[in-house]
């Protein structure tokens, strides 16, 4: 990419004020801002911890939060968490009996709405955010999880003060797939700048396979990009003839996995998902920022 547009592309961004998206897809600027922030809170870590109001019993026992972080820090993702059945049913039902949104449009919907990918009013619906999902028990006791929010803590170096949860169904669609992209962009790959340094932990609600809307990502990509990337307009998206040719196909992981299989991750690594073709996609997001 020339320097000049690049410089254009930054300075549009800054002049919006957008100042967290335009620099926080620095891995640079990440790490300097993890040790600016544990610097502050060093002195009082027990109230940053108190702020979160965390669970007294984990989810997740006989998991090592500093393993989970070595991991991402190496693969930018880690495996091995595991919800309950009663919990994977909870999130379900409450993403069934609640309104969904799709950003961008003004009416809301239910999942019984949406038929082949379209509302009653013959719209092309691609995704639904469930309303409110902090409001979901289940989904509350999940992110105040006290191993969880270790891991955050190791991986970013500091008690994360902003938590978000974030349950999205993909529907299938009748539509082609280039529009399908075109329509939705995390169909391509891209990579997420939620804040100056964040982390996110992923539970799949329904099964999910290459079919049914799985995961895709490329290990290390958190720390590693094209430099053009760093200054496209939406996250640095790319083709996947463009993502494998840089990485190769070795470091491409396709995350498959039952209802209540869960990970985290960088997502500031390049990671894609597969368009569902059989069965609509439920997946619930903690982010930690």
Same mark, same amino acid.
């Given at each position: ?10 300075? !549009?961004? +800054? ?27 060093? @002195?009082? %870590? @027990? ?10 019993? %984990?989810?997740?026992?006989?998991? @090592?939060?500093?393993? #989970? ?33 799709? =950003? ?41 999880? =006290? ?55 992923? #539970? ?40 494998? @040719? ?16 869960? #990970? ?12 569902? !073709?059989?069965?609509?996609? +439920? ?7």
């Amino acid at each position: 990419m020339n320097l000049d547009i690049a410089w254009n592309r930054l300075s !549009a961004r +800054l002049a919006k004020r957008d100042i967290h998206h335009t620099i926080g897809r620095f891995n640079t600027v990440r790490k300097t801002y993890s040790l600016l922030q544990k610097g502050f809170q060093s @002195s009082n %870590s @027990s109230y940053h911890r108190s702020r979160l109001n965390l669970q007294e019993k %984990s989810l997740f026992p006989n998991n @090592s939060p500093e393993q #989970f972080a070595q991991k991402i820090r190496q693969r930018s993702v880690a495996f091995g968490l595991q919800l309950t059945c009663d919990k994977v049913a909870e999130i379900h039902e409450y993403a069934c009996q609640n309104f969904l949104y799709e =950003p961008g449009f003004e009416e809301k919907f239910k999942i019984e709405d949406v038929v082949q990918g379209r509302l009653s009013n013959g719209r092309n619906v691609m995704r639904g955010l469930v309303e409110d999902p902090g409001a979901c028990p289940a989904i509350d006791q999940i992110a105040r999880d =006290p191993l969880l929010m270790e891991i955050a803590r190791q991986y970013l170096g500091y008690w994360p003060s902003k938590v978000t949860h974030h349950l999205t169904w993909t529907f299938v669609s009748k539509l082609p797939e280039p529009e399908q992209r075109d329509r939705f962009l995390p169909l391509s790959y891209h990579y997420d700048v939620a804040g100056y340094n964040f982390i996110s932990t992923y #539970f799949y609600i329904t099964d999910m396979d290459r079919l049914s809307g799985a995961h895709v990502m490329i290990e290390q990509s958190h720390a590693r990009k094209p430099f053009h990337t760093l200054f496209a307009p939406w996250s640095g998206r790319q083709t996947d003839e463009q993502i494998l @040719s840089y990485y190769g196909s070795d470091l491409e992981i396709l995350i498959e996995g039952k209802a209540g299989y869960g #990970f985290d991750q960088d997502p500031s690594c390049f990671h894609t998902i597969l368009p569902p !073709a059989t069965n609509n996609r +439920l997946i619930f997001q903690v982010r930690y920022a």
